[in-house]
């Protein structure tokens, strides 16, 4: 348990090391959104409820429409939920049949979900830093959340 | 074999132990019951438990997305299950989907809170559960009736395993035993025998008491036997002594009442056997008279100091004598042998009689004399009177000389016949010897009696004496009296005093009295 616990600080650290690292290169995931969405800042819960199908709408009302940068989704997902991708798959998986709700639409690359935010003002999407352009919305980078778990998680 | 439960050793051990066997199982199902039912209703509670958490995390999807349709989905699943009565997913306040009854009883509902699947503390809803009570109640109930049962039979079979034991170990040893020694004929010295395989064990060693004791009976039988054979002989020996006994034998205690007699008995009493044995039978005082009073004294004194006795008693009714030899018989009885002495008593007191009685005038001689005098003074009586008389008759030598021997002898008879005449009854008269004569009488103390009879006998001597039609002869007395009292004086002092006297009446000129006087001396 101990040894397990030592891991999981020691690739914490490699972790924030690593990320501090791609934020000054850019690498930072950031969320986005249309500039008229009417948003200018996101909790972590309402990117959760949001991205996990919970809520359809923004918390300024508008129809959202979460868009997964593919190539990014893990990481994405490891830093808002803290589950791995396995883990989500499975989640979507149960709710094929109901149908109430679905996975964010799947986005190759950046320049696609830029191309999607800044067409639709409910749609909401992550890029890295270096690929933001000025046709959204740079809401909260995901190191600030990482930081914040780390604070809270780390004694 | 009035109750087969009471007579047969097996059965009864069996009904003791089946009674105790089904108690202790009703007493350990009575304990058990309800940990059982306890044990079971825990195992359901445990199942549902088990159920929820298969659910639990889809439900807190279902319930984080408010997917009614999952809900449903989830809930169907748990409904195929009997014991769930009804199930609920709540996401936050609103229901999402329900199924069946939740009933109102408390106690078998299951409520579990769904976290969100991505923030473990926040709540998103709750899942609840309802048991089928009456579903885990029958499976309590058959549950604990196969444990009931598996006991009952466990006791039965535990029960039939004791009887067997039972019967095979003690039963039907016991059994061939007592069958033996049923027919055993103890008397022509037969054993038992040890049933086979019960050599070394306690079945043995019964047989092996049995078979002592036998032996130690049939020796005492024979050697009582031999005892008894032996004193019935001797008690006919002595029965026939008893019966055939000349003398009475008789058993009284100090009442008189005869407790056994033999024949001689009833002779000698002149009893006859229905008497005694009647039921009024007489006691022996009513057979003796006037001798019940001293034969009483005299039995309880032989009881008294344990000492034998005997008594000789006088029957005045038929006029006999009896002798009777009593001993103590134990136990406040007294044996008496008792014999007829009446011809002994005549025989010897005619001999008696004989000796002291002078023939010739069958008046008393010297001898009677004697003993009439030392009777009369030897004995206890202190103080009585009496006189003693001497009579000496003169002229006799004469007659004898003249007339013959044979005169004498009718003057001495005559002279007796006239002393006799004279006297009273009760005065002893004797002739001593020769033509001596002495008249002793008791209880006479006054000189005028014996003056008197002196006169009168000198006044019949002063005529002539017929002897026969043709001869008359005369003769004179000298007459000395004496006084005295019992206890005071002794017999040869008396008849000194009486000859002495009779001596003076000689000297004074014969045919005449004298009177001895103490205060002449």
Redesign the interface.
């Known amino acids: 348990m101990a040894a397990r616990t030592l891991r999981h600080l020691i690739l914490l650290a490699a972790l924030a090391w690593g990320c501090q690292a791609l934020a000054d290169d850019g690498a930072e995931l950031v969320l986005v959104v249309h500039p008229d969405s009417g948003l200018t800042t996101l909790s972590r819960d309402e990117a959760i409820n949001i991205f996990m199908g919970r809520h359809r709408q923004l918390p300024s009302g508008i129809t959202a429409l979460p868009v997964d940068l593919a190539p990014a989704r893990a990481e994405f997902y490891q830093l808002l939920t803290d589950k791995t991708l396995a883990q989500i798959n499975s989640y979507w998986a149960r709710l094929v049949f109901s149908g109430r709700a679905s996975p964010p639409r799947q986005a190759q690359d950046a320049a696609e979900v830029l191309d999607i935010v800044a067409n639709s003002r409910g749609a909401i999407g992550y890029v890295r830093r270096r690929d933001l352009s000025a046709g959204v919305r740079p809401l909260v980078g995901l190191a600030t959340w990482r930081n914040l778990q780390t604070a809270s998680t780390a004694p | 074999m009035s109750n087969p439960i009471r007579s047969r050793l097996a059965l009864r051990s069996t009904a003791i132990i089946t009674a105790l066997l089904l108690g202790l199982g009703l007493v350990v199902i009575a304990i058990t019951a309800p940990v059982i039912a306890r044990q079971e209703s825990a195992s359901q509670h445990r199942q549902l438990e088990g159920l929820v958490n298969t659910v639990e995390h ?1 439900a807190a ?1 279902a319930s ?7 809900a449903g ?1 989830i809930l169907d699943g748990l409904s195929n299950n009997a014991t769930v009565s009804g199930a609920l997913i709540r996401a936050g306040e609103q229901v999402l989907a329900s199924r069946g009854d939740l009933g109102g009883e408390e106690t078998g509902i299951i409520r579990r809170p769904l976290m969100s ?3 473990r503390d ?1 709540q998103v809803g709750e899942v609840v559960l309802a048991s089928n009570q009456g579903v885990i109640r029958e499976q309590v109930k058959a549950a604990t009736l196969l444990a009931s049962t598996l006991l009952l039979l466990l006791v039965i079979a535990l029960g039939l395993c004791v009887i067997a034991v039972v019967v095979r170990m003690i039963t039907r040893p016991i059994t061939t035993i007592s069958n033996r020694l049923h027919g055993l004929k103890v008397e022509l010295g037969q054993k038992l025998d040890i049933p086979n395989g019960n050599e070394q064990d306690e079945v043995g060693r019964l047989v092996r008491d049995v078979n002592a004791m036998i032996d130690y009976l049939v020796n005492l039988l024979n050697s009582e036997k031999a005892l008894r054979r032996e004193k019935e002989l001797n008690e006919r020996k002595f029965r026939a002594i008893f019966e055939n006994a000349q003398s009475a034998i008789f058993v009284t205690d100090s009442q008189g009442v005869l407790l056994s007699s033999n024949p001689a008995f009833l002779r000698l009493f002149d009893v006859s056997p229905q008497q005694l044995g009647g039921p009024n039978p007489p006691l022996l005082f009513d057979l003796v008279g006037d001798q019940a009073g001293p034969l009483q004294a005299r039995l309880r004194q032989c009881l008294d100091n344990n000492r034998g006795t005997t008594v000789e008693v006088t029957l005045s009714q038929p006029g006999r004598w009896l002798e009777l030899i009593m001993n103590p018989g134990g136990e406040g009885t007294v044996q008496v042998i008792a014999n007829d002495i009446t011809a002994f008593k005549h025989a010897t007191s005619k001999a008696e009689q004989k000796a002291s009685t002078d023939a010739l005038t069958g008046l008393g001689n010297r001898l009677g004399f004697e003993q009439r005098i030392h009777n009369l003074l030897d004995g206890d009586a202190r103080g009585e009177p009496f006189a003693l008389i001497y009579l000496d008759l003169d002229r006799f030598k004469e007659v004898n000389d003249s007339h013959g021997h044979q005169a004498g002898d009718a003057v001495l008879i005559k002279v007796g016949e006239i002393l006799r005449a004279l006297a009273r009854k009760s005065d002893f008269i004797a002739r001593l010897g020769g033509d001596e004569f002495v008249l002793l009488l008791e209880g006479v103390d006054r000189e005028d009696v014996c003056t008197r009879l002196a006169t009168e006998f000198l006044a019949v001597l002063d005529q002539p004496l017929a002897l026969n039609d043709t001869l008359s002869v005369s003769v004179g007395a000298s007459i000395g009296i004496a006084f005295g009292e019992t206890g005071a004086v002794s017999a040869e002092a008396i008849i000194a005093q009486a000859d002495e006297a009779m001596y003076r009446a000689k000297e004074q000129g014969r045919h005449r009295y004298c009177i001895h006087r103490p205060s002449a001396h």
């Open positions: 889809t999807i984080f997305l408010g997917d009614d349709q999952l989905e699947p991505f923030n926040e």
